[in-house]
């Protein structure tokens, strides 16, 4: 039998601390002529605590600083754009082209971001312009986006939880931080809320709505306990944990836009206006956590890609017609699911927006709890996926 064992879990384990010793690394590196002390400590705003989970470090000034933005984002997008298409689409195009367009997607965002970071940094005085300073932190932060992205690739094919841990480190730096720079009746309420919220979470993540299913091909003891499962909550926290990347893409388009029309008062208007700190800002991040929710949900879950499976496999849903009738069956029990996760989602972080927005906690944690969600659903997965490799190692030696 100890032949047989392997250590799968152990193997990937290793990979994936060597993997965070590295990045660890990488965060500690300064830009080149950066001047660490034009950063004083100081309370983070309430849209920076939640950018710091996707990106290298607090103040963004290292040569990770735009951390594993530019993967997630080039990802997503891949992904999005894969799952539109459809399961022939996915099955004519190759794997090896899918990751060369969103290596190139990644290089894209990559050097935006770090064009529109550059903007903002403060560097010491030197014999080089800001210009050229400014040109060598934008080589240095897409060299270090390159760096991150193949950690994380690295991660997800020999490691544990993909790019996850990045983000998991993201956010106990970024807890920290916040409990360090704050008192704790400053802290009480949003800690409070932020227990009730991964609370919540962690329900929604584990209760599990059962389908039964009428299998074919089983014909024993076990055809009863065959089902189609739904979570509570489809796809997790990923619409809290993405939105901010969509929210940063108006507020990038119109930075950009004011680096070339200084003067313009309405791009000034919109770019106040477009902050997690106003009511206006705060109601398009709660719009756009309600609307992936909705979109993802259903890409991700694709019913109607699970009544064609179900239709040439023979199989069925008890009680329904296969075909048109088992794709509306499933399209409104996931609809029903999707609109309930995504009410409570937005109803947990109105709540906390709101608070921030009349004064009863401080605005620099209004998106706290949107940490602590986060950070729950991803200790969650982790968990899952651990546990599958774990049991791997312990049952190989049965096959």
């Not at 080039?74 to 082209?97: C, E, H, P």
């Not at 916040?178 to 009730?196: D, I, N, Y």
Request: contains cysteine.
């Amino acid at each position: 039998m100890e032949q047989n064992r392997t250590y799968e879990l152990r193997r990937r384990l290793l990979v994936t601390i060597l993997i965070l010793i590295l990045y660890l690394a990488g965060r500690s590196l300064l830009l080149y002529g950066i001047d660490p002390t034009a950063y004083p400590p100081e309370r983070p705003g309430s849209q920076n605590i939640l950018v710091s989970i996707i990106s290298g470090d607090r103040h963004r000034y290292s040569v990770f600083a735009l951390g594993i933005m530019p993967y997630i984002t080039s990802n997503l997008i891949a992904w999005l754009y894969t799952a539109v298409r459809g399961s022939d689409f996915r099955m004519r195009i190759s794997q090896q082209k899918i990751e060369r367009s969103t290596l190139a997607l990644a290089a894209a965002v990559a050097v935006v971001s770090a064009v529109l970071r550059a903007d903002k940094l403060k560097f010491r005085v030197s014999a080089l312009n800001v210009d050229a300073l400014k040109a060598i932190a934008v080589l240095e932060m897409v060299a270090g986006a390159a760096v991150v992205y193949l950690l994380a690739d690295l991660n997800r094919k020999r490691g544990a939880g993909g790019q996850t841990p990045i983000i998991l480190v993201n956010i106990v730096d970024n807890l920290f931080w916040t409990a360090v720079g704050f008192s704790w009746p400053e802290l009480r309420k949003p800690v409070a809320l932020s227990l009730v919220m991964a609370a919540v979470i962690l329900v929604m993540e584990n209760v599990i709505f059962r389908i039964p299913v009428q299998r074919v091909s089983i014909h024993n003891e076990y055809a009863d306990k065959s089902y189609i499962a739904f979570k509570l909550d489809p796809i997790g926290v990923m619409p809290v944990m993405f939105a901010l990347s969509f929210f940063m893409i108006p507020q990038g388009i119109v930075g950009f836009l004011l680096m070339i029309f200084e003067d313009s008062q309405t791009l000034r208007l919109m770019d106040a206006r477009l902050s997690l700190d106003d009511p206006v800002g705060a109601c398009i991040y709660l719009g756009i956590i309600f609307g992936l929710n909705l979109i993802f949900s259903f890409i991700m879950v694709a019913p109607g890609e699970m009544s064609d499976q179900l239709r040439k496999s023979g199989d069925s849903i008890v009680g329904v017609y296969a075909g048109k009738k088992t794709k509306r069956y499933l399209q409104k029990r996931l609809l029903l699911l999707v609109l309930f996760s995504g009410c409570v989602l937005c109803l947990l972080m109105g709540m906390s927006l709101g608070l921030a927005l009349q004064g009863e906690i401080p605005t620099e944690l209004a998106l706290l709890p949107a940490t602590t969600m986060t950070l729950t659903g991803i200790l969650c997965f982790l968990y899952r996926e651990v546990k599958t490799y774990w049991r791997f190692d312990s049952y190989l030696f049965f096959m």
